[in-house]
């Protein structure tokens, strides 16, 4: 039976240690080497034509059109708007921001409710920016002629735009209208309205004064130059993605759209989509109105340095402008925050398909995305995400009372049948089958799963998961206080032992190799002091490997779970606490002895040394 309950134990424990592990060196570890490098990197912005696929003359796509690049030519953000002064001001509850008229470019967004620290003195989150300062990040959207067709002068990044009509501001009650001339008979217009939130709505119009009709193709895109600071974690997708058709999930990495297979990856679809960029808090994408028949493109062009991406599509169904006549196009741009509720209100209202994969929900979406509307009901009602996450706890240990009641029950029973085990031990020390056999009846008779111990904490992998998913990428979670001094709890724990709470000036997370796990705040060691009670709950293993790794659990996780974000490890110790207590109840329920202060007291006593018989001759 010892070896049954190495057995058990070692599999509980690899299931656990093999999670927390991989966490630490895929997941924690990479957060805080990349948290230390977010230094600016100085990098080089590049400007681009449009590179968008055209339709040719007959009506095929290419997979991709010729583009010409240039490099970097401002050195902030700030020289870049000081060098385009032609700007229609944006000004709404949430954005605030311009459009530039070279070119009519969405290049110019901040974000007016979020701040880049917990400081709400900082400044607000910089999302769009100018092309040719360092990463260049703006929306467009125009017109291509036919490839093959008869030659049309169309608007493009240097067409300067004029405005029409009384509104030089863009506010969720004014819209603009921007008009360009091609002096050739086409009079091209393009009306821009925005809601309360993040929604932008592009009505393009030409209107044709000369002799014959005109067929062009609308198009949409988003140019980022320069591959951004991402964290690359598993658990969420960065970078270009987009939905076209039923069966067209697009989601790409930085480093895939550069490599050859994919640097011109082209999608169709015949009922429209939408592409765009996916930061962890933010993002971009170009809509098409639904059921619109299109070719999107995902590309990356090397420029100097740097690579310049750009998800893009253009319809393929050609708008006929007749001569005298007008035609018209409608588009979105969505450029903001990733708020799940106005990402679900923006799907519902306009039909856009699947515009909640914006907000990447993992493997588990079947359990996170419940997992989050809890915590967001729980919240309005306690008004505290940190209180929500203790309620979710208690909510889940109640879900999972009837399984953790028969565990801890068979566990009581397992203790209560100790001594026939030692003694079937005994007698059948030399056959092992026998011995199996032995302890297989004796399981049936008295009703005891052997790896009852295990569920506990198999059943906790899943929540642990999902809680942790919702926290590490819901908007929500982002600065969210708990109280004392948690600020974040999307962030770990910022106290640190290893600095004395700060009175040592340095910072022990640079040291290579280990420095990731001497980031060990007073949350971390509260979850490690739970854990090493509900450790000794039980008595101390009489076999030394068990022992010893019982032991050692406790201080492992302890310095794995520092660099997690606080709102976990809270959420870790709480469960812990409530494990314990539970427990406790159900083993005196039924009849097992619980000494719970006695086993503590037992861990500190130095244990007396067994004295070894000499060779051949009896103990001295």
Known sequence: MQSDNNRNMIIAIVL???????????????QLEQAQRRAQQAQQATTTDTGIATPAADGSTPAAAGSTTTSGLFADRAAALAASPQRVKIDTASLLGSINLKGALLDDLQLKQYTETVDPSSPIITLLIPSGAPGGYYADAGWRAAIGGTPVVVPDENSVWSVEGDAQTLTTETPVTLKWDNGAGLIFRRTISVDSNYLFTVAQSIENTGSGDVALYPFSRIVRQG??????????HEGPLGVL????????????????????????????????????????????EPGAPLTARFSATPSG???????SFVETTPVLVPAGGKAENKTYVFAGAKREGVISSYEKTYGFDRLELLIDWGWLHFITKPMFYLLQFLYGILGNFGLAILAVTVIVKGLFFPLANRSYASMAAMRRVQPEM???????????????????????????????????????????????TVIFISLEMRHAPFFGWIVDLAAPDPTNIFTLFGL?????????????LL???????????????????????????????????PIIFTFMLGSFPAGLVIYWAWNNLLSVTQQWFIMKRHGAEVDLLGNITASFKRKPKVEEKPAGGKAS
């Open 504 to 516: 040592i000036p340095w910072n022990p997370t640079t040291l290579p190799v280990v420095g990731g």
């Open 422 to 468: 030692k003694a079937i031990q005994e007698r059948f020390k030399e056959d092992r089958p026998a011995q199996q056999q032995a302890m297989m009846e004796l399981y049936k008779k008295e009703k005891i799963n052997p790896l009852s111990g295990c569920w506990p904490i198999l059943i906790q992998i899943p929540v642990f998961f999902s809680l942790y």
């Open 227 to 236: 591959k951004p600071h991402v964290q690359n974690f598993f658990v969420q």
């Open 245 to 288: 058709g039923s069966n067209n999930l697009v989601s790409l990495k930085y480093d895939d759209v550069v490599n050859e297979k994919e640097s011109q990856k082209t999608v169709d679809s015949t009922t429209g989509g939408w592409v765009g960029v996916t930061d962890k808090y933010w993002a971009t994408a170009v809509l098409s």
């Open 16 to 30: 656990s240690v093999v999670v927390l592990f991989g966490w630490q060196f895929f997941i924690a570890n990479p």
């Open 519 to 553: 980031h060990l705040g007073v949350w971390p060691v509260i979850m490690g002091i739970t854990m090493w009670v509900q450790m000794k709950l039980n008595p101390p293993p009489p076999d030394p490997t068990q022992a010893m790794i019982f032991n050692w659990m």
């Open 305 to 311: 340095a740097i690579n310049v991406f750009q998800t």
